[in-house]
């Protein structure tokens, strides 16, 4: 079931364009999904006077500590990331970060 859950969601995180996603499983793979520019020609910047920035690039990354994790992601989605984040499931080191890019890519995510 692990594993079935883990290649469904990887399927779905690839359509992630919008900010950087790193996931670090437990056998020591590091899947890496999107882009740290927020912006591009299909999301240009509102301000269209400002320079690329750091601050329009997002990056998160989550250390998966029990592949429980994957099942929790496929079967309930958000809520299954909370629960596996209160649990210690996974670690992330920018929970901010990581909100940023979810919500950058809410539209193709939620497309999944």
């Known amino acids: 079931m692990n594993y ?11 359509k992630l ?13 590091c899947y890496t999904f999107g882009t740290p520019a927020i912006y591009s020609d299909a999301f240009p910047n509102p301000n269209k006077e400002a320079l690329p920035s750091k601050a ?19 079967l309930l989605s958000d ?3 909370s629960e ?12 901010d970060a990581l909100f940023k890019v979810r919500r950058v890519s809410w539209e193709v995510m939620d497309r999944s």
Do not use: H
Request: proline share 0%; no cysteine; charged share 30%.
């Open 56 to 74: 329009d690039e997002i990056r998160a990354e989550i250390r998966v500590i029990n592949d429980a994790f994957w099942v929790r992601m496929l």
């Open 17 to 29: 364009t919008r900010g950087q996603l790193r996931v670090l499983s437990t056998e020591g793979i």
């Open 4 to 14: 079935l859950a883990r290649t469904t969601i990887v399927s779905m995180m690839e």
């Open 84 to 95: 596996a984040f209160m649990t210690g499931d996974i670690e992330v080191d920018d929970l």
């Open 79 to 81: 809520l299954g990331f």
